[in-house]
């Protein structure tokens, strides 16, 4: 069920990241103030805003999953959260390098930017041994949507805290006051964007689909083992 | 095609910078390299667990009891495809069911 449609999907992924990069690398104009390091950013910033919006998304599905107690709002939220920390790995990465470049140093501890994404993804990091520490599956599950819709709620806030505080060092996307984005960076911008997002919903329903055939396989397992109930397993025991 | 682009294009600096943005567009697919190798090593455990219960089905239900008297040659002709497919192992339903008799099921 869940792997419907992830074929075209994944192609249009695919189409997307790779217009994305042509677009980036020969239609793009160079920045005037940061030449070619600004490159970086048409990967580092959509992987960031995905990621932030990713943890809100998983937060959403918790709160289904807390209101109608069907589990699937919580494998959703789950997922969501999953693939989201992925990212964030990745904008800590390419952010890190960018900043080698740009301001010769890989992390900057007094910049509120760097350091509020810090804290989001480092609080995102304990939801794994939180839901895991849970035997029961259904108090693993509420506690787990507590967890996501107390910490996606943070994400927003802690966004435009940040986003109010002075700045140090790194720099405003979108200007507010000094105008946004020249017209072919923009564009090349959005691209990105969507590509990224694009390839966030196919990994969460690949994820999904992979989750729901493990699943499928361990219902029937039990299912053909119920005869052999009171003895030995006759089946291979499960593949961890 | 991909020659025309970059013949219209202005070169790339590929100097200092340069080092740097490939550097973070290879972190970006590596680590798309490693979720899908992941994935893949999933896939094939899930797989291997689907292929065992699958031999687990099969031998299950050769070794239901009564199955002896059951192993005696049928008539699938004689008997309604639901009764004869019920009668038979997977591999004596496929080797013996007639081809009209598939042709119809498959419809």
Known sequence: MYGKGLRPLSIATVVAILTSFSLVFFYAPLDADQGFIQKIFYLHVPLAIVALIGFIVGGVFAIFHLRSGNRRWDAYSYVSIHMSVIFGVAVLITGAIWAKASWGHWWVWDEPTLVSFLIVFLMYATYYPFRYAIEDPERQARYASVFAVTAGAFVPLNFMAVRMAQSLVHPRTFGTANGGLPGEMMFTFLVCFVAVALLWVTLVKLELTAKSTSGQLKRLRRALDAPAQGGASRIAPEVS | ?107
């Not at chain 2, 689907?50 to 070794?63: C, I, K, M, P, V």
């Open chain 2, 1 to 107: 095609m991909i020659g025309l682009l970059l013949a219209a294009t202005p070169a790339l600096p590929l100097d200092e910078a340069g080092k740097y943005v490939a550097g973070a567009y290879i972190v970006f697919l590596v680590l798309i390299v490693i979720y899908v190798a992941i994935m893949a090593s999933k896939l094939q455990r899930m797989e291997k667990e689907l292929r065992d219960l699958a031999s687990f089905a099969e031998q299950g239900r050769a070794g239901t009891p009564g199955r002896e008297a059951e192993d005696v040659p049928i008539d699938v002709e004689a008997q309604p495809a639901a009764v004869s497919d019920r009668n038979l192992t997977p591999s004596e339903a496929a080797a013996g069911r007639p081809d009209h008799a598939r042709g119809s099921a498959d419809e």
